[in-house]
């Protein structure tokens, strides 16, 4: 199960965390001003999700989505209603366009769960890219980085309900899985649900190596956007 009953709180729990997408959207535009050698604008974000950084580099880009979650896209679509969504798979959605830039954020990358998954879903941005484009990944939390049993919880409060997110990590060889409750009070009660997140756990060779068969050149930003690094591929001039 992936971001069904979440959608509608995701942007709330994440401002409770301090997430800062504009500034993240900022960072990221030039990062990909120091690559990019087309002479194009059109952005996709794959993984996209409510669409909250594409909110922002919009002010750049000629912004597009993706996200398997219908959910989330709906959130998407009704704060942007002027962009483009589409609903498919990173490993397999094919549009007919292709673009100056191709970014995957946040960690969502990790939502194709195994190697080949990861190998499948740079290969797939890759074929939506024009030439002199650039590839920006921000990865999800490597093998080293996560504790098995590790809980935790976020408590958020907008102007009509309150929120608590409560999380449990197992660890299952190469996958984290994640276990979610959720509590949300308002007007109408107080109601609880779950949902189950399963993320693969890829060292820092995994993905240059996937980045390197798609026949990019790699550049490893241990910075990146937010403190978890970022993976920019990109073709070098000749």
């Known amino acids: 199960m992936e971001y069904s009953g979440f959608a509608q709180y995701y942007d ?23 690559y990019k050698t087309s002479p194009g604008n059109r952005l996709l974000d794959v993984g996209c999700g409510t669409g909250e ?6 002010a750049f880009y000629q912004v597009e989505g993706v996200d398997s979650s219908a959910e989330m896209l709906q959130v998407a679509q009704h704060k942007l209603p002027e962009v483009s969504f589409y609903q498919g798979d990173m490993r397999t959605f094919r549009l007919r366009a292709r673009f100056d830039v191709v970014v995957c954020l946040f960690g969502s990358i990790g939502y194709v769960e195994t190697r080949e998954g990861l190998r499948q879903a740079v290969a797939n941005m890759k074929r939506h890219l024009v030439k002199g484009g650039v590839m920006v990944i921000e990865p999800w939390l490597g093998p080293q980085e996560i504790e098995d049993g590790r809980t935790h919880v976020v408590v958020a409060e907008g102007a009509e309900c309150k929120v608590v997110r409560i999380g449990y990590t197992r660890i299952r060889g190469h996958l984290a899985e994640i276990r979610f409750h ?25 993905y240059e190596e996937a980045l ?3 026949g990019l050149q790699i550049f490893y930003d241990p910075e990146g956007l937010s403190g978890r690094g970022a993976y920019i591929g990109y073709v070098a001039p000749a």
């Open 12 to 34: 709330l729990l994440y401002r409770a965390q301090g997430k800062d997408y504009e500034r993240e959207a900022c960072r990221l535009h030039r990062v990909i001003q120091q």
């Open 53 to 58: 950084h594409l909110r922002y580099l919009r």
């Open 182 to 206: 959720f509590v949300v009070a308002d007007k109408a009660g107080i109601e609880h649900f779950e949902e189950v997140h399963r993320l693969g756990l890829f060292s820092h060779r995994e």
């Open 212 to 214: 390197e068969q798609s």
